[in-house]
C-alpha cells in the first residue's frame, strides 16, 4: 500500500467514526432522564450524553480521531409529565444538535467519497505505472 493510500485510509476510518458517532447521537436524542442531583435521580437511567469527534492530523501523514463527550451534556428541558421530573418539572434532556448532527453526517459522507476516490486513483496509478514496465 502507498502512502497515499495509507492517508485516504485513515480519513476514511475517521468519517466512518464521524458517521457512527452522529448517528449515535441522533438515535439517542430523545433519550431525558432525571436532573443530576434530583431526589429521584437514582430510580432513573440517566440521560444520553451526546459525544463529539475531534480530528488531528498525524505526525507521519494522514488523520486520526478522537471521541469525547459534548460538554454540557444535557439541556434542561419543562416535561412535567415525566416520571423522573423535579419539583419543578424539569428534566435532563441530551445536548443534541439535530442540524449539526446533519452537517457531521454529510461531512463524512462526502470526506469518505473524496478518500475512496484517492485510493482508486492511486491504484490506477500504480497499474499504470506496472503496465509500463512490463
Do not use: C, W
Not at 444538535?97 to 453526517?105: K, N, Y
Amino acid at each position: 500500500m502507498s502512502i497515499a493510500s495509507s492517508i485516504a485510509m485513515s480519513g476514511m476510518n475517521v468519517a466512518s467514526l464521524r458517521l457512527q458517532v452522529s448517528a449515535r447521537n441522533v438515535a439517542n436524542s430523545r433519550s431525558d432522564g432525571p436532573l443530576p442531583g434530583s431526589a429521584n435521580a437514582g430510580n432513573f437511567p440517566a440521560a444520553y450524553v451526546p459525544r463529539r469527534v475531534d480530528q488531528v492530523d498525524s505526525a507521519g501523514g494522514g488523520t486520526s480521531a478522537t471521541v469525547s463527550k459534548v460538554s454540557p451534556g444535557y439541556v434542561s428541558v419543562f416535561d412535567p409529565a415525566a416520571a423522573y421530573a423535579d419539583g419543578h418539572g424539569m428534566v435532563a434532556s441530551p445536548n443534541v444538535d439535530l442540524a449539526d448532527e446533519i452537517v457531521q453526517q454529510l461531512l463524512a459522507r462526502f470526506t469518505f467519497a473524496a478518500n475512496a476516490q484517492v485510493v482508486r486513483t492511486d491504484a490506477q496509478m500504480s497499474k499504470t505505472l506496472l503496465d509500463i514496465l512490463a
